[in-house]
């Protein structure tokens, strides 16, 4: 990819992983989640920004 390039878009809650950092992305969600795992763990801010944008966006809905 060129300087100019853009990257191909991610299918909806697919992570791209690059050096233990995953980005997750979903059409029509405006936030873009960044996780970087401690160990095992995610870490606990990124928990809470995940509840969040799961919640803000009805993401669980009919989830069972």
């Known amino acids: 990819m060129g300087p100019s390039a853009v990257p ?10 690059s050096e233990a950092i995953i980005i ?7 936030e873009i989640l960044n996780l970087q795992p401690r ?3 995610a870490k606990p801010y990124q ?3 995940v509840r ?4 803000r966006y009805k ?3 009919g989830a069972e």
């Open 24 to 30: 997750f992305s979903k059409r029509g969600v405006a």
């Open 8 to 17: 191909p878009p991610r299918t909806p809650l697919s992570p791209s992983a």
């Open 39 to 41: 160990g095992s763990l």
């Open 47 to 49: 928990v809470k920004q």
């Open 59 to 61: 993401l669980a809905e």
């Open 52 to 55: 969040s944008v799961i919640i």
